[in-house]
């Protein structure tokens, strides 16, 4: 029972387009989400995370959104570099105190 | 500084050895984690320490015992492992316990088990 899902296993941009990740969740209990990044052989690195009390926060070139009703969130990379490129893990939390649930990531290519 | 360390980067152990993972934080985080990650799969969960009391055991076997002797420090004890355990092992901190708290991961330990 996949409670965050990563649907598209890959995703391949061209360098300076924009990178949409996508994200979703059956459990309404979650009410903190957060995207990490990681290269192969590393530790996830935190990029940016959304309180459900909001629908947007912003970073710099990462942008993550959040629409409860759909139960669905999204990380947009502007411009996307080719450094950008790796495995994207959405995760979630709140249901369960400070468990973290993630999906199955998301590879994403930039190409120069 | 949001680094977490963990030592070794490698291990090698045969199924009847006794190892540790070490995991050492010094952001002042009062939760620490222990996941497992097996390759192309996402982190699961094992352990989480709050305050450096255990509060969650996400059914992990015996085989694994975590210990935190103080609030920068987090080890896990392996003995008796099976094949099947070989994967990486992240270790993470957060600031707080609680659902609202970025948590910060370490490199990882490579783990394989002969």
């Known amino acids: 029972d996949q409670q965050v899902k990563q649907n598209s296993p890959s995703l391949s941009v061209q360098e300076g387009r924009i990178s949409i990740l996508n994200c979703d969740y059956t459990?309404?209990?979650?009410?903190?989400f957060l995207w990490y990044k990681k290269y192969p052989a590393e530790g996830p690195t935190f990029l940016i995370s959304?309180?459900?009390?909001?629908d947007k926060n912003e970073d710099g070139r990462f942008t993550v959104f959040l629409n409860k009703s759909a139960k669905h969130l999204s990380l947009h990379i502007v411009p996307s570099q080719p450094g950008d490129s790796a495995v994207y893990f959405c995760?979630?939390?709140?249901?369960?105190?400070?468990?973290?649930?993630f999906g199955a990531g998301t590879i994403l290519r930039v190409k120069s | 500084d949001t680094e977490v360390t963990q030592t070794p980067k490698h291990l090698v152990m045969g199924m009847t050895n006794k190892k540790s993972l070490k995991c050492e934080q010094h952001?002042?985080?009062?939760?620490m984690y222990w996941y497992k990650q097996k390759a192309k799969k996402p982190p699961e969960l094992m352990f989480v320490?709050?305050?450096?009391?255990?509060?969650i055991n996400e059914s992990v076997p015996s085989r694994f015992s975590p210990e935190c002797p103080n609030s920068s420090l987090l080890n896990l004890h392996l003995h008796a492992l099976q094949p099947e355990d070989s994967a990486l092992y992240l270790c993470?901190?957060?600031?707080?316990?609680?659902?609202?708290?970025?948590?910060?991961f370490g490199p990882g330990t490579r783990l394989t088990v002969t």
């Open positions: 320490y709050s305050y450096e009391k255990l509060s």
């Open positions: 459990n309404s209990m979650f009410d903190y």
């Open positions: 952001m002042g985080h009062r939760a």
């Open positions: 993470a901190s957060s600031q707080a316990p609680g659902d609202s708290y970025e948590q910060y």
């Open positions: 959304i309180s459900s009390i909001k």
């Open positions: 995760a979630a939390s709140g249901e369960y105190g400070n468990k973290l649930v």
